[in-house]
């Protein structure tokens, strides 16, 4: 008999028929990694460095304004 993936689906409760990895679940169901995450983007560590210089720029503008 070959091994399935066992994995069941909300909708219709089926198992899943794919062949599992070493773990016994397909590479859909928890088997590979997706990988690193991005090292671009919002959370980049420059871009939270920027967000907070441009805060306090906006803060000081705004206190030389309201005074």
Do not use: V, W
Not at 25 to 42: K, M
């Amino acid at each position: 008999m070959k091994p399935i993936c066992g994995a069941h689906a909300r909708t219709t409760g089926n198992p899943c028929q794919k062949q599992p990895l070493d773990n016994g679940r397909c590479r859909l169901h928890g088997g590979l990694s997706t990988g690193r995450p991005p090292t671009h983007g919002f959370y980049t560590k420059e871009a939270i460095a920027n967000r907070a210089r441009l805060r306090d720029l906006i803060k000081g503008i705004n206190a030389m304004i309201c005074k």
